[in-house]
């Protein structure tokens, strides 16, 4: 008789804990357990959660009992070595935990715990053939409510393990992780025709033709018969459907088609095309390239050579896309995987659309607005690299995917601060990841922007990244013409049409009257950001933040755009009781409200959080501009993203200074990349477009820079400013911030971490500071700055930081403190 070995496993359970929990692995499970599956434990009271196995081993821990592993979920491991890696890179490079780093990283419906909600799946037909006695249960009490815990289910079933019977719920599409109801995501469907197979050859479509040629009545069956024959295409021997909606028109009805479908002619069926839309249409072949773009090309093919990191750094409209295109191709021929990174899913809609008429259903989109069981099944695909998704469109979260074969991964737009986590940890950085993700896979990386970070600007320029530079539009097109409008003069001379410029009506008057489009930005949303009183200048506040309440005329309320709160604009001041109340600021709200009184016949869309929280609302007013059913377009940074449009000759920058005035040393730096990119969106395909910006300073160094399109001029000043003042790329940067529901014991606990740190790193830590915005969700904010010399240890200075928290934390005054680290933040 074999041996029986006592074996421990370590697993990552999905808490914020810094370490794995070890746990022993059942005599009959010791076959089974590998890292990288699932497995139920127990931890804490009672309470059992879906955790990891990282590793297997025989040592005994000795600073706890050791409690058993319950049930392993996988028959395969849902996890790679490289992934492991990746997330312990993570959790020591960002400070966080590793339990953190596996709830980004995971989809929900991989993490069942005693307190997940199940409910029943939308789609479930009521069907319970073929369930077991405990799936049964578990179904019909779900038919009676709207939704049960694990620990319910598990006091309802008997059973003390219930993840794997829910798994198996799941994978029959009868029951959904609850959290998925708050983003559920409907497909979109489409009709679609093609010619029956059992009559797809020349000679029998000819005998068709005649049989119902010979009788009158058939006529509109035939000329149907016959569209749909010129319409349909063929590829490799498979047809490809045609869209019903390409077919219907004067005489050819529903009814015609329905009719040709009951005689076997034709097949009718509808498709999914919302993530795979190009899958049942016609590949395109890929463009052939310019000779700037094949110049660059060979360059960046070169440049691969030696250096993993290169950075493409092409102007607004230069043609990146075609470039990435035909390296994605080169790697698909290779039988490898690409990751293409985007810094908002939601706001690329062209380029999935265009990289899909290329690639088809080898493209798949990995993004939390899709459902958990979709972003599983893209999970699965990519993990057994199966073909069918060998490109992934993906957000920051698509890091996390677990690739078998990554040969390439494109980063577009690398500038934006949208790749960084914010809240909660881990509050990771997609593109610095994504160079660790390469490094991991052997593959090569590519960063595209039209104005990149300083950082990643100087990496390249110091050698450590290729450098690669297209500095024409595709086709010739010119830089658009930019002009600034002087507000100060506007306001003495008393030109001003509300927030308009005589400059900016005259140009747009002229747009018009040349039938083109106008996108107007304002990187404020809602109607007026300040609601106060003449008399005492009092201004009504959340009550939850140190905030003013930003007031949306739409819904005729006064919110809190920090914690949602909301409340009725009052009559009379809240201080004095007076009734001289006024509107100070504007937001994109009152631009489209405005701008309807100065141009009463034009057709003004907003586009900001608040009209784009329906799924597919984006797509809407994003295609009923590009069919120019909208004439001008208000929006905030929104519309500086992933946009190409033909028809638009004006772009107006309402107010620059909101950008130039923010306290931030990124400031200046944001505030080009954000003007040159909503400039970029003027004049695209074959006319040179206008830009005005509306300032109080006109001739602002950072406007006169993006006037002139100089970038160069931007990097060479910014650099000097950062390297004289202690910033990055010469320093790095690590904040945290403290927060407490009361304000003494914060500022305690932050004076006693400051001396602390400061013993240390003297003048390179600075605070504790208050914010401009004190306190959020009713916890008061201090924050502590770390800067120190790139050359330094960033692990020492970790630890250093690490060790000085825990130091507080331990005191008891202190413990309910919570402390936010920020590791590079943005």
């Known amino acids: 008789m074999a041996e029986r070995i006592t074996y421990f496993a370590d697993i990552i359970l999905p808490l914020s804990i810094p370490n794995t929990y070890t746990y022993r692995i059942p005599f009959d499970l010791n076959h089974l357990a590998d890292p990288g599956k699932r497995v139920v434990v127990p931890f804490g009271k009672s309470k059992y959660y879906t955790g990891i196995i990282r590793r297997v081993h025989e040592e005994v821990p000795k600073e706890y009992q050791v409690k058993y592993i319950e049930g392993i979920l996988d028959d395969q491991p849902i996890l790679t070595q490289k992934q492991f890696r990746l997330w312990e890179w993570i959790a020591e490079y960002y400070m966080a935990n590793i339990g953190d780093v596996m709830n980004a990283a995971l989809p929900a419906n991989f993490k069942l715990a005693s307190e997940t909600k199940i409910s ?161 249409g016609e590949s395109k072949e890929i463009k052939t390239l310019s000779d700037q773009q094949q110049t660059a090309i060979d360059s960046i093919r070169n440049q691969f050579k030696e250096k993993d990191v290169v950075l493409l750094h092409g102007v607004t409209s230069s043609g990146k896309t075609e470039i990435y295109v035909s390296l994605i191709q080169e790697i698909l021929e290779q039988g490898k995987q690409v990751l293409f990174l985007l810094p908002e899913i939601a706001l690329t809609t062209q380029l999935i659309s265009r990289l899909q008429q290329y690639f088809g259903n080898l493209v798949g989109v990995y993004h939390s607005r899709f459902n958990q069981n979709e972003r599983i099944e893209i999970w699965n695909e990519v993990l057994n690299n199966t073909g069918k998704f060998r490109i992934i469109l993906g957000a920051r979260s698509s890091v996390f995917l677990p690739f078998q074969n990554l040969g390439l991964i494109i980063v577009d737009e690398e500038h934006e601060n949208s790749f960084k986590q914010f809240d909660p940890s881990p509050r990771y950085n997609a593109r610095d990841t994504s160079i660790v993700l390469a490094q991991l896979h052997k593959s090569k990386l590519l960063l595209g922007s039209a104005t990149p970070s300083i950082e990643t600007y100087y990496n390249a320029k110091e050698g450590r990244f290729g450098l690669t530079e297209l500095n024409e539009r595709f086709g010739g097109v010119k830089m658009p013409e930019i002009q600034c409008a002087d507000l100060q003069k506007e306001t003495r001379q008393k030109t001003l049409k509300s927030h308009f410029s005589s400059l900016l009506i005259e140009q747009m008057e002229e747009a018009f009257k040349n039938k083109e489009q106008v996108i107007l930005f304002q990187n404020r949303r809602g109607y007026s950001p300040l609601w106060t009183c003449e008399m005492c200048g009092w201004t009504p506040v959340c009550k939850n933040c140190d905030v003013s309440l930003t007031y949306h005329k739409s819904s005729n309320a006064l919110k809190c755009h920090y914690c949602g709160y909301f409340v009725s604009p009052p009559a009379t001041c809240g201080g004095c009781g007076s009734k001289k109340l006024k509107m100070i600021g504007f937001g994109t709200e009152k631009i489209e409200d405005e701008l309807a009184i100065i141009f009463p016949k034009i057709v003004i869309k907003r586009m900001d959080l608040d009209t784009t929280r329906a799924k597919d609302s984006y797509q809407k007013i994003i295609s009923d501009f590009e069919n120019r059913n909208i004439d001008v377009l208000v929006g905030t940074q929104m519309v500086t993203k992933g946009l190409d449009f033909d028809n638009v000759g004006l772009v107006g920058i309402m107010s620059a200074d909101q950008l130039l005035n923010y306290p931030d040393f990124r400031s200046f730096e944001r505030s080009y990349q954000l003007m040159s990119q909503v400039a970029g969106r003027a004049g695209r395909k074959n006319k040179r477009g206008k830009v005005i910006i509306q300032s109080f300073n006109p001739h602002h160094w950072i406007i006169l820079k993006v006037m002139e399109h100089d970038y160069e001029g931007l990097y060479k000043q910014e650099l000097l400013e950062r390297k004289n003042f202690s910033y990055p790329p010469f320093f790095r940067i690590i904040s945290l911030s403290l927060k407490h529901k009361d304000n003494q014991i914060l500022e305690m606990a932050a004076s006693s971490l400051a001396k602390h740190l400061k013993a240390v790193f003297n003048d390179r830590m600075l605070g504790p500071e208050t914010p401009s915005v004190s306190r959020i969700k009713n916890l008061f904010i201090k924050n502590i700055t770390i800067k120190f010399e790139r050359e330094a240890s960033p692990k020492k200075v970790k630890d250093v930081i690490h060790e000085k928290i825990n130091l507080i934390l331990a005191m008891h005054d202190f413990r309910s403190v919570r402390i936010d680290i920020d590791v590079d933040p943005q």
Do not use: C, M
């Open 120 to 280: 029943i799946h939308p789609e479930f037909d009521r069907n319970t053939d073929g369930l077991s006695e405990k799936e049964l249960v578990v179904t019909e009490a779900l038919q009676l409510q709207d939704s049960l815990t694990l620990k319910e289910i598990s006091e309802l079933t008997k059973i003390k393990t219930v993840q794997p019977l829910i798994k198996k719920l799941i994978e029959k599409k009868i029951v959904l992780v609850s959290e998925e109801l708050n983003a559920k995501y409907s497909p979109r469907y489409q009709s679609f025709v093609e010619i029956s197979e059992h009559i797809t050859s020349s000679e029998k479509i000819e005998n068709l033709l005649n049989e119902l040629e010979a009788n009158r009545k058939n006529e509109k069956q035939v000329a149907a018969l016959l569209r749909i024959l010129d319409l349909v295409k063929w590829k490799e021997g498979s047809q490809i459907p045609v869209p019903k909606k390409q077919i219907i028109e004067n005489d050819i009805t529903e009814s015609v088609l329905q009719t040709l479908s009951k005689k076997g002619v034709i097949t009718l069926f509808q498709a999914e095309v919302t993530r795979l839309s190009s899958k049942l």
